[in-house]
């Protein structure tokens, strides 16, 4: 794998190593090459350090990577885990001279999942691997505080990839307050295409508006231009927002209710060419192939209790007050097309509410309807699970998606 310098942009996909006790090579084959088909670069790498299973999957994943020419950084868990200094040289020594390790001028790019307390350690890190360029997710101090340990740092990840509490839509605000804060420093932008988590082992019951948010992120990414983007995640069935097809031995206890059934790998469809778009700059690149993905959840809002779920992280208002029964839909076409949806015996035609270069979204309301959902554009279908007004078996609506590929 070439050496990245710091003026290429690149896009990662954050991978939940933790969930892989016992993974096959097969599975990380898999995985990387269905990130590289969609134009993902690499994979961050979130460990734990009391992970007993991380030697072997690291190993694992490197190795496959290097056969895949394709990239690998790890991403120190510092908000489920504590690490000591020599845990982290000597995994930081031990993958440095990988080939599939990405390295920026030279040196092996590290990042973390928050850890700002552990800000002064990484001196002694970076003289006991001979250096490394550090993008940690600091995103609890916000960007001042960010902006205030940049002497400490190569840059920074903003995790905020989703809207506040009771905010339907994101904003750039956070986005340029850190490219503000970071004084030409990289700046690596959170993508995400969903959100929502019910498990209560951990105490986390809440969903971020996502209806647009797929959408939405990718246009702010191409206003953005961030040096750096890392989609959140991969694999994080437990919080909804994984871009693969459910992984069975992957899915953390209690999520299966809300994730079987609930594949998103339709999402990655516009992922080559917004990538695409980002990396030249200009919406207006070759489009790969035309089709579209469309999103929605299958009971609406309010078919029965919103089983305690929040609208937002730290929010108090109902989460069935953060979305809306609509099916969503990002269409790529060199021209906007419109586009027919079918729920069960009921169709209609809709033009696209917003473009941005070759991408077009819409939005269909379901309320009130039930059955299978069929998109179809320029003549071509694609039939997903059906809306019902029955209440799932939890006894409470899942505020998950599913999402199609046309």
């Not at 006991?128 to 600091?138: E, K, M, Q, V, Y």
């Not at 917004?274 to 299958?298: C, H, M, Q």
């Amino acid at each position: 794998m070439p050496r990245q310098g710091s003026s290429n942009r690149l896009v990662f996909a954050h991978y939940m190593v933790g969930l892989t006790s016992g993974q096959s090579q097969d599975q990380w084959q898999k995985d990387i090459t269905e990130a590289k088909s969609a134009g993902i670069d690499g994979f961050a790498l979130n460990v734990g350090s009391a992970d007993s299973w991380n030697a072997q999957q690291l190993q694992l994943a490197y190795d496959t990577a290097s056969s895949n020419g394709f990239s690998l950084f790890l991403s120190f868990d510092m908000a489920a885990s504590s690490w000591t200094v020599d845990q982290v040289v000597s995994l930081v020594n031990q993958y440095k001279g990988a080939g599939s390790q990405l390295k920026v001028n030279g040196k092996p790019f590290v990042s973390t999942f928050e850890g700002p307390s552990w800000a002064d350690n990484w001196a002694s890190v970076r003289s006991a691997t001979g250096d490394i360029f550090l993008i940690p997710d600091w995103s609890s101090l916000g960007p001042q505080g960010v902006g205030s340990k940049l002497s400490q740092i190569d840059g920074a990840f903003n995790w905020g990839a989703w809207p506040n509490a009771n905010e339907y839509t994101i904003t750039t605000g956070n986005d340029q307050a850190y490219k503000s804060s970071l004084q030409g420093k990289p700046y690596m932008m959170g993508v995400s295409p969903y959100f929502y988590t019910d498990l209560p082992q951990y105490n986390k019951n809440w969903y971020s508006s996502s209806d647009s948010l797929w959408y939405d992120r990718w246009k702010q990414v191409l206003d953005i231009q961030p040096e750096y983007i890392e989609i959140i995640t991969w694999n994080d069935y437990g919080e909804s927002s994984y871009i693969n097809d459910p992984v069975a031995a992957q899915i953390v206890s209690g999520a299966e209710t809300y994730v079987n059934g609930f594949g998103h790998s339709a999402f990655r469809f516009v992922l080559p060419y917004f990538i695409s778009a980002y990396k030249a700059g200009n919406a207006n690149v070759d489009l790969p192939s035309e089709g579209a993905v469309a999103w929605y959840r299958t009971t609406p809002a309010t078919v029965c209790g919103d089983g305690g779920t929040v609208w937002g992280q730290g929010g108090s208002a109902s989460a069935a007050s953060g979305t809306k029964d609509v099916i969503s839909i990002i269409a790529l076409s060199n021209s906007p097309k419109d586009i027919t949806v079918a729920i069960g015996g009921s169709s209609q035609t809709v033009s696209p509410s917003s473009s941005v270069g070759k991408a077009s979204f819409y939005q269909v309301n379901f309320g009130g309807k039930t059955g299978a959902v069929t998109i179809t554009l320029d003549g071509k279908s694609t039939t997903g699970p059906e809306i019902t007004n029955n209440c799932p078996s939890t006894g409470h609506v899942n505020f998950n998606a599913v999402a199609i590929q046309v």
